[in-house]
């Protein structure tokens, strides 16, 4: 089974920045599509960012412009880069993998990391 491992949340000004990560030890994304979703307090899970293991991307229109996802193949880890962040992005960030096609339904993928917590301040 593969295990995926995130990291990088925390607490944050409005308007500040992290980076989350998402580490597939022993592995390679050769075959993956990954997704970043979120689920507020309160909230379904919802799609934030996806990458095709051909380098494709795709974000959900709240954070177009905002955020990035990108990967590193050396690393077998993915990262969300998380700009301009504001108090409505506080949320459980998962990361998560599936093979095939980049899908934004959260039932569709495989595999999930534990979650990490983003909270932005106002």
């Known amino acids: 089974q593969v295990q995926l491992v995130e990291s990088g949340g925390g607490l944050v000004q409005a308007a500040g920045s992290l980076r989350l990560s998402c580490a597939v030890p022993?592995?390679?994304?050769?075959?993956?599509?990954m997704g970043w979703f979120r689920q507020a307090s309160g909230k379904e899970r919802e799609f934030v960012a996806g990458?095709?293991?051909?380098?494709?991307?795709y974000y959900t229109d709240s954070v177009k412009g905002r955020f990035t996802i990108s990967r590193d193949n050396a690393k077998n880890t993915v990262y969300l880069q998380m700009n301009s962040l504001k108090p409505e992005d506080t949320a459980v960030y998962y990361c998560?993998?599936?093979?095939?096609?980049?899908?934004?339904?959260?039932?569709?993928?495989?595999?999930w990391g534990q979650g990490t917590q983003v909270t932005v301040s106002s």
């Open positions: 990458r095709w293991s051909d380098g494709r991307t």
């Open positions: 022993g592995r390679t994304f050769s075959t993956y599509a």
């Open positions: 998560a993998a599936r093979m095939g096609y980049m899908l934004t339904a959260p039932g569709k993928y495989d595999y």
